[in-house]
């Protein structure tokens, strides 16, 4: 099984950034479709944004586009999720997804992801 790490998230004031880190032991993620997902405080997890294998395709949440921007590296193996312009309604905890699939597809149902990080926390002060 893959082991999923996401690292970077914090305390922050509302309008500031922050830069999220997702890898994955031992894998290339050159072959993984990937996501990013969080969950508030007593509300469903919900999508945020996806990538595909080599990150020519992406797609965002409505409530994050224009602020937030993924990419990848797949020589260092990392996804990043850069957040600008945070809102206190963005705290949650941020979990890094992926999928084995080597197409132009990503993918907002979390059903369709395989393997999950722990996630990682972020927090926005108003």
């Known amino acids: 099984q893959v082991q999923v790490v996401e690292s970077g998230g914090g305390l922050v004031q509302a309008g500031g950034s922050l830069r999220l880190s997702c890898t994955a032991s031992?894998?290339?993620?050159?072959?993984?479709?990937m996501g990013w997902f969080r969950q508030a405080p007593g509300k469903e997890r919900e999508f945020v944004a996806c990538t595909n294998w080599n990150g020519a395709s992406t797609s965002y949440a409505d409530s994050v586009k224009g602020r937030f921007t993924l990419s990848r590296d797949n020589a260092k193996d990392t996804l990043y999720l850069q957040m600008n312009s945070l809102k206190a309604e963005d705290t949650a905890v941020y979990y890094c997804?992926?999928?084995?699939?080597?197409?132009?597809?990503?993918?907002?149902?979390?059903?369709?992801?395989?393997?999950w990080g722990q996630g990682t926390q972020v927090t926005v002060s108003s």
């Open positions: 997804a992926l999928k084995p699939l080597y197409t132009s597809a990503c993918f907002w149902a979390i059903g369709e992801y395989d393997d």
């Open positions: 031992g894998r290339p993620l050159n072959v993984y479709a």
